[in-house]
């Protein structure tokens, strides 16, 4: 079971767009719809933003938005804001009730 | 409210064993698997394994099977993550959270630091 591979690091300007990625294999993100993204701040418990690939809980903006296409998955942040500055971490179902997560993406706010 | 609260800091000694806990309130902890997840000192998030606590179904990731041990007690909604001994590089925080069907962590706790030196 090998992390998804995330981009080490990820910017834009404010009110801009940043597209994270997020490539698994067959086994998992290309495998199931279970892909799920967590917004982690310094010294915070990581915060679920999207699950089940595109899917937006109760409170996270509709900034923020997910997809997948074959082993690869995204994560956009429209509208960039200063508060969006974090780490991000993508996460996949990988079969036999077991997960995996992304080697994670600092998003910097310039 | 969904919460998981998680136990204090530790400070240990190789070798020594420990055990943390997760309590969780305000749902049904019985209905929900309740998982562990490490970060070590500036890395990113590796998960450990989960427990179903109505019947203590237990999956590891392959990287920790052998090396800890998840548990619950659903009589007190606490889940349980244990080591017999401890290495220094288990020093990490390790994080509780809460999985609904659907394959994702909607709640974590707060996590519990645990530093292991000599």
């Known amino acids: 079971q090998s992390a998804l591979t995330q981009p080490p690091s990820a910017s834009g300007s404010p009110g801009q767009s940043v597209t994270i990625s997020c490539t698994g294999t067959?086994?998992?993100?290309?495998?199931?719809?279970?892909v799920s993204w967590y917004q982690q701040h310094p010294g915070r418990a990581p915060k679920l933003m999207i699950y089940?690939?595109?899917k937006r809980p109760s409170g996270v903006p509709d900034r923020f938005s997910g997809s997948k296409s074959g082993n690869t998955a995204s994560l956009t942040v429209s509208g960039l804001q200063a508060e969006d500055e974090a780490d991000y971490y993508c996460?996949?179902?990988?079969?036999?009730?077991?997960?995996?997560f992304g080697t994670g993406t600092k998003v910097t706010v310039l | 409210e969904v919460q998981l609260v998680q136990s204090g800091a530790e400070v240990k000694k190789p070798g020594e064993s420990l055990k943390i806990s997760c309590k969780g309130s305000?749902?049904?902890?019985?209905?929900?698997?309740i998982g562990w997840v490490r970060q070590m000192p500036g890395k990113g998030l590796e998960w450990m394994g989960t427990?179903?606590?109505?019947?203590?179904?237990?999956r590891y990731s392959p990287s920790f099977q052998g090396q800890v041990t998840i548990s619950a007690d659903k009589s007190i909604s606490t889940a349980y993550l244990q080591w017999s001994s401890l290495k220094a590089s288990d020093s990490a925080i390790y994080y509780c959270?809460?999985?609904?069907?659907?394959?994702?962590?909607?709640?974590w706790g707060q996590g519990s630091l645990v530093t292991v030196s000599s």
């Open positions: 305000g749902y049904s902890f019985t209905s929900y698997w």
């Open positions: 959270v809460r999985r609904p069907t659907g394959g994702y962590f909607d709640y």
């Open positions: 089940e690939v595109s």
């Open positions: 427990i179903y606590p109505s019947d203590s179904d237990i």
């Open positions: 996460s996949s179902y990988a079969g036999s009730n077991t997960y995996v």
């Open positions: 067959s086994s998992d993100v290309g495998g199931y719809n279970y």
